[in-house]
C-alpha cells in the first residue's frame, strides 16, 4: 500500500496530493508543436549547432574535426544539448522547420564520409539503407557512407551523453582523450 493511503497521521506536508493535470511549470510541454518557450529554445538550439557544425565543414573539418565541434558546442551548454538530444516528449512532434534545421546537421556529417567510405563487402544494414534513405534527403552518399556517418553520428553522441550526464565521474580518466579516440577511430 503507497505511503499517502495509510491511514496513520503523518508529518503536515508530508505528502500532500498534487491537483490533476500539468503543472504550471510543464504547461509549455503539454501543447505538442505549441509556441511554448522549450519549442524556441530547440529550434534555437538546433539552429546553433547546425551553424557551429556548418562552419567547421566550410572550415575543412575532417570528421574527428567535426565531432570535437559538436563536442565544445555540447560543453558549453549542456542543458541545450540535451533539450535536443534527450529523453522525448511522449507525444511531441518537431515543427517542420525544426525538423530542417536537425536535416543540416545530419547532412553535414555525409559530406565528409562520401569519398572516404571504401567500399567492401556490403553489410544488411548497408542493404536496408539502400531503401531507406529519406532523412539523406537526395545526399549521393552510399549506403556504405551512410552507415559510417550514422555510426560516427551515434557513437559521438553516446560518448558525449554519458559524460555530460556526469556517468564518468569517479572513472578516474579524461572522457576527452575517449571522445577523441572515439573519433579519430571512425
Request: aromatic share 8%.
Amino acid at each position: 500500500m503507497p505511503p499517502c493511503s495509510r491511514r496513520r497521521p503523518r508529518p503536515a506536508g508530508w505528502c500532500r496530493r498534487r491537483p490533476r493535470g500539468p503543472a504550471e511549470s510543464s504547461s509549455g510541454r503539454s501543447r505538442p508543436g505549441g509556441a511554448g518557450s522549450w519549442v524556441r529554445s530547440a529550434r534555437d538550439a538546433y539552429r546553433s549547432l547546425a551553424d557551429a557544425v556548418r562552419a567547421a565543414l566550410d572550415a575543412g573539418a575532417d570528421p574527428a574535426g567535426l565531432a570535437r565541434t559538436v563536442r565544445d558546442w555540447a560543453l558549453s551548454d549542456p542543458h541545450r544539448y540535451f533539450l535536443i538530444y534527450g529523453t522525448p516528449i511522449p507525444g511531441y512532434h518537431a515543427p517542420e522547420d525544426t525538423t530542417r534545421i536537425s536535416s543540416e546537421i545530419m547532412a553535414a556529417l555525409l559530406d565528409p564520409f562520401a569519398p572516404r567510405t571504401p567500399h567492401e563487402g556490403v553489410t544488411s544494414f548497408e542493404r536496408h539503407l539502400a531503401g531507406h534513405r529519406h532523412w539523406a534527403e537526395g545526399h549521393p552518399a552510399s549506403p556504405a557512407a551512410l552507415r559510417r556517418a550514422l555510426t560516427f553520428w551515434t557513437r559521438l553522441h553516446g560518448v558525449l551523453a554519458l559524460e555530460l550526464a556526469g556517468h564518468f565521474g569517479g572513472m578516474d580518466f579524461d572522457p576527452a582523450l575517449l571522445f577523441a579516440d572515439e573519433a579519430a577511430n571512425l
